[in-house]
């Protein structure tokens, strides 16, 4: 059909013709004729019997949007904001925890029952994936407050204001002034989550500031990343400790902003931005209902949402980093040595022991389970008596195996015994089990380091020795993936002390094998966590929030890239211009606040003002 | 039984979501727009036999398509072609909200005017002529506080009696009142227009002649809005008329 096309050319010579004839362009007479039409309307129809020029309104923002109270009252806001919902959050999590406790209990009572030392295939999977969500499900107080707080933010008019203030540095990197609280909320100051931070976005209405902020709210720092800091400036930085945790918190800032406008003059230079319309409404006093509604709608959308991804995803990773498995000779060999010391452990309590006949064969295991179950209990409970219901619930479950744990000091009928038969069986049990978690423990690490992931973290090495990581510390930084709480897990697994000897630190147990570690591989270490990729459920926020998986995926790989080549640049330029730890660290800080300054000066185009 | 969709538009902070809530109250479930981020609420309630669905509208300023919001809002009542609009127009700010009133009249869908926040106003000394208003742009103009929920009944009034005069295409026509000045704007209901100047009107009445003359294009999309969408070299609404070539 020509028709449409002739339609189409006939309206494009019209405004060709208006363009030439009238010098301006047909938007902005309809725009212009729309507002006087409007206003001859209200000229029309409303009368003002009496003048009010200052509302309350006003009065308020004189103070609020003031050039110098401005900022202070809103470092203000911020710092309320921070401190209710990821602060007092997280004691609320104090609370709610011991629920979701207790629903991995119960799925862990459901599942097969767990081995000596090796546990059955569905038991360790499942538990994963329910730490996993039980992990997600931890943050929900969290959520409600913060919620709670945007809405009551958006309904007062409030978040108009922080748009306002805010807006004047962040347009410089292709940012909105709504961008601020996104970053906030997943960690200016060190310790936030990305989670809240991502989703708190969709209240940018420039598509292209939005999807910026999305980007760079992973590179904050969230609560998941401080335990790696700790351990390494603990490790190497001791003396300098305020320093360079100022650093760690401004560097961020300064690293997000520039990606923030390199991608704004690069990969989003197409995305729509919306003309800045700053509107500032009337304040109004929000309402109970609304607030909470909004709050709570929020946040069963993120409940539903996620969970179900949430599950699958963890699931993968999971097996990413359990799948080969050991092989079957090595199976047999911890078999046999878990059998070795087993035949000692029965070999000291002798055989006239009558516990001996107890704890034969399947018993053992089953012992192990009720000790296990037995110190968590009792852990568990904190008042007397409560103790004493964990001790009566026992003594019903088994008898005998309860004499065991009670280090042989039990009432019959009444009177307190002193069994020292159960007494020895309980010392040597403790040997018996300490090597039972060793066992364990070389289990799990050799599964990790043969998993696909573990062989990715072990091919990587001859490229990451540029940025000053080994395998270990590459197997460390891949097991962060699923959630940064892991690094320090999985390097804790890595550097184990030796049986027998005394437990230390992580840190000196680290410092005892990586004798040619300097701070500067401990920096190089602490510049990649900072821009370490999300973890999965700030992944999946992403793709929800962004709206497509190109972009979850683009959030996790240019962080990996980003942070190696920060990683590289400091490791190995810093070996190469022979700098100390601390002197890297001002380099690489100057340099990027260079880099920063300068790309703020940039001016990106189509800052529309049509509206205006 | 008939179900009535009905859309609920206007600016953010207008009290959209208060009005939302006061008429349909627990009725509401919350889903997300196809293929975006942006959230869609949903809500119903059952006036004098017929079920009325809303859907909430994301809050904007205009209707372009700069923002996602505005696109979703706008591709919603092309495509979905909702019964009714329900506009909700903060009553403090009348000036500005008319701007979205006028676009959203523009696409051709029957309107009813929430006046909301008329307390507020009243407060500050403002007498709004609502009858005035209602014959100048041609829709029934409601006043409500959405805060203390005044002005349910009527808006749920409204809104069935002007799906019922559109359905009936009886033409509500409001009698004129031989006030000084109309504007040169109709008083029929639903004819409103704003009055773009000689010069431009010139272009579009032609224009929009010619679209309404495609029956293709006239029986998916309202003239008057695409023409002045063309006019103002809107990207989608080009788009829009090739895809109707394509097909």
């Known amino acids: 059909m020509e028709m449409e096309r002739d339609i189409l050319n006939h309206a494009e010579i019209e405004r060709e013709k208006f363009l030439s004839q009238q010098g301006t362009t047909p938007e902005k007479v309809i725009a212009q004729k729309r507002y006087q039409t409007a206003e001859k309307i209200v000229e029309l129809t409303v009368k003002r019997e009496k003048e009010i020029y200052r509302t309350l309104t006003d009065k308020i923002d004189q103070v609020v949007c003031h050039r110098f109270l401005g900022p202070i009252i809103l470092l203000g806001v911020i710092y309320l904001f921070y401190e209710l919902s990821i602060v007092q959050g997280y004691k609320i999590t104090a609370y709610t925890w011991p629920i979701l406790a207790a629903f991995r209990d119960f799925i862990a009572s459901i599942l097969p029952s767990p081995g000596f030392v090796f546990d059955p295939l569905l038991r360790t999977i499942s538990l994963g994936v329910v730490d996993g969500i039980a992990a997600v499900l931890n943050y929900i107080p969290i959520f409600i407050i913060l919620f709670a707080l945007i809405a009551i933010m958006e309904d007062s008019g409030y978040m108009a204001r922080v748009a306002f203030l805010l807006d004047r540095v962040f347009r410089y990197y292709g940012l909105h002034g709504q961008s601020a609280l996104p970053m906030i909320l997943s960690g200016v100051f060190v310790g936030g989550c990305a989670i809240p931070g991502v989703m708190a976005c969709r209240t940018i209405k420039d598509e292209r500031a939005k999807l910026a902020t999305i980007l760079i709210c992973p590179l904050m720092n969230c609560l998941a990343k401080i335990p790696l800091y700790i351990l390494l400036v603990g490790m190497f930085f001791s003396a300098y400790k305020g320093i360079i945790m100022f650093f760690i918190s401004t560097i961020t800032i300064i690293i997000a902003l520039s990606v923030a406008k390199i991608l704004s003059l690069t990969l989003l230079r197409k995305t729509e931005t919306a003309p800045f319309v700053l509107e500032m409404p009337v304040y109004h006093l929000p309402t109970v209902q609304g607030v909470l509604r909004r709050c709570l709608e929020r946040t069963w959308l993120f409940v539903k949402k996620i969970i179900t991804i949430v599950m699958v995803v963890i699931l993968i990773v999971y097996l990413l980093m359990t799948f080969p498995g050991i092989g079957k000779d090595r199976k047999v060999y911890y078999e046999n040595q878990t059998n070795h010391q087993i035949q000692a452990f029965f070999n000291k309590i002798g055989k006239d022991n009558p516990y001996a006949k107890i704890l034969e064969g399947s018993k053992l295991t089953e012992f192990a389970i009720y000790r296990d179950d037995y110190k968590k209990a009792k852990m568990g409970a904190k008042s007397k008596e409560a103790k004493r219901s964990v001790d009566e619930k026992f003594s019903e479950r088994n008898g005998e195996f309860f004499k065991i744990v009670k280090r042989g000091k039990y009432k019959i009928d009444g009177k307190t015994v002193k069994d020292n038969y159960a007494l020895k069986v309980n010392k040597e049990y403790k040997k018996l089990n300490r090597e039972r978690n060793r066992i364990k423990r070389d289990i799990k690490e050799e599964t990790i380091i043969g998993s696909v992931m573990g062989r990715v973290g072990r091919s990587l090495e001859p490229v990451t020795k540029y940025a000053g990581f080994n395998w270990r510390i590459n197997i460390g930084l891949i097991s962060a993936f699923a959630a940064k709480e892991n690094s320090v897990a999985t390097l804790g697994s890595i550097y184990q002390s030796p049986p027998g000897e005394e437990k230390k630190a992580l840190g000196d147990r680290m410092k005892e094998k990586e004798k040619d570690w300097t701070p500067l591989h401990a920096l190089a270490i602490i510049l990649f966590m900072t821009m370490y990729p999300p973890c999965i459920p700030t992944l999946l926020m992403v793709r929800l929030e962004s709206g497509s998986t190109k972009w979850a995926l683009f959030a996790t790989f240019y962080p990996i890239v980003l942070g190696s080549i920060i990683a590289v640049l400091v490791f190995t330029g810093g070996r190469l211009l022979g700098l100390s730890g601390m002197q890297a660290m001002v380099a690489f800080y100057v340099f990027a606040l260079i880099v920063t300054v300068a790309l703020g000066l940039i001016k990106s185009k189509d800052v529309s003002e049509e509206y205006a | 039984m008939k179900e009535i969709i009905v859309a609920v538009a206007g600016q953010p902070n207008s009290g959209k979501s208060t009005i939302f809530n006061m008429l349909t109250g627990a009725r509401q479930h919350v889903a997300n727009y196809p293929g975006v981020t942006v959230e869609k609420k949903i809500g119903s309630y059952s006036y004098q036999g017929d079920t009325v669905t809303l859907v909430d509208l994301p809050g904007t300023y205009s209707l372009t398509s700069y923002s996602q919001e505005e696109r979703v809002a706008r591709d919603f009542l092309l495509h979905e072609k909702p019964a009714v609009v329900l506009d909700i127009v903060d009553a403090t700010n009348l000036e500005r909200n008319l701007y979205l009133t006028f676009q959203l009249d523009e696409m051709g869908i029957p309107l009813v ?135």
């Open chain 2, 113 to 247: 005017v929430a006046l909301n926040m008329m307390d507020v106003a009243e407060g500050r000394g403002m007498k709004i002529d609502t009858y005035k208003l209602s014959e100048l742009l041609g829709a029934t103009v409601v006043s409500t506080v959405g805060k203390k929920s005044r002005g349910g009944e009527k808006l749920k009034d409204a809104i069935l009696n002007t799906y019922k005069e559109d359905g009936l295409q009886t033409g509500y026509g409001v009698a004129c009142m031989g006030c000084s000045a109309c504007l040169g704007m109709s008083r029929e209901k639903g004819s409103f227009r704003v009055d773009y100047g000689e010069e431009l009107e010139s272009i579009l009445m032609p224009l929009e002649k010619r679209l309404s003359e495609d029956p293709k294009i006239s029986a998916r999309y309202p003239a008057r809005w695409l023409a002045v969408k063309l006019m103002e070299n809107d990207s989608e609404a080009r788009r829009l008329v090739q895809k109707v070539e394509e097909s």
